[in-house]
């Protein structure tokens, strides 16, 4: 990597990002946006998982681009991601997460970033993750569709769960790009405040 | 006096339950993560989960993402 890469970092945000993992579950609108994020702040290491592949109707508001259509969204997005910052650390799983994989897939992680679409496994994410790792920080992507109403966008804190978004609307709004990666953004930068104040995983 | 969300709030009494709770305020959505007083409740847990008096309780409907 370019020495200077992240020069322009907060101070000290480096040295601690760097030796920090992070899960990314869904690497859609949500999650391929806050993967970049947090990426491009130094992160040391993420663990995406998503069982999709890259459709032409994904580029309206996801990270990837024409060549990337077809591809399975976990390796296009780490294709991305190392291109980005090479040092990286990345692993990938193409699958659909069920609630028995929380445990063994995502346990290396500091904090995870729930970046599913449908809210039903939003709801069961965010449990087995509590029951799993009740110490460990969830930071919930929730109610993003429409355009406009920022001001309806907001973080609200549940115990050790994190949601960021409208907390309200429906898919049959449609998504914009500029509204999905706003609440994605939200959810990287609560994560960077949570993991630049978190004591190590032992 | 339990205070929900910052926004409502709901008489206490002995035995109130988180499930007390929504019934009073008459929610009865079926994606909704609950903590109180910073602990998070599990759904199987809403009948019997006592909720003290003076409770924080955070009651957050989900939904969709993109």
């Keep these: 990597m370019a020495d200077d890469q992240f020069i322009r970092n907060v101070p000290g945000m480096t040295e601690v990002l760097g030796r920090r993992c992070v899960a990314v579950a869904g690497c859609g609108g949500l999650g391929s946006n806050a993967a970049v994020a947090l990426v491009r702040a130094g992160i040391g290491r993420l663990i995406l998982v998503d069982c999709d592949r890259v459709e032409s109707s994904n580029l309206n508001r996801q990270a990837f681009d024409q060549m990337d259509v077809g591809k399975p969204k976990v390796e296009a997005l780490a294709r991305h991601l190392k291109a980005i910052h090479p040092g990286v650390k990345l692993v990938t799983h193409c699958r659909r997460l069920a609630p028995g994989d929380v445990e063994p897939l995502l346990c290396d992680a500091d904090l995870l970033v729930e970046a599913f679409d449908n809210a039903h496994d939003k709801h069961w994410l965010v449990h087995e993750w509590v029951r799993c790792f009740p110490g460990r920080p969830v930071v919930s992507g929730n109610g993003v569709a429409g355009m406009g109403r920022t001001e309806e966008l907001k973080v609200v804190r549940a115990g050790n769960i994190w949601f960021c978004g409208d907390l309200h609307s429906s898919l049959e709004l449609g998504l914009c790009s500029a509204r999905v990666a706003l609440v994605a953004a939200m959810q990287a930068n609560v994560a960077i405040e949570l993991l630049m104040n978190q004591k190590e995983t032992p | ?66």
């Design chain 2, 1 to 66: 006096m339990i205070r929900v969300n910052d926004l409502f709030e709901v008489p206490w009494k002995e035995g109130l339950t988180v499930q007390g709770v929504l019934d009073f305020l008459g929610w009865d959505y079926a994606l909704i993560t609950i903590t109180v007083n910073e602990f998070y409740v599990p759904p199987d847990e809403y009948s019997a989960h006592l909720v003290p008096d003076r409770a924080d309780v955070r009651a957050i409907h989900i939904a969709h993402g993109g």
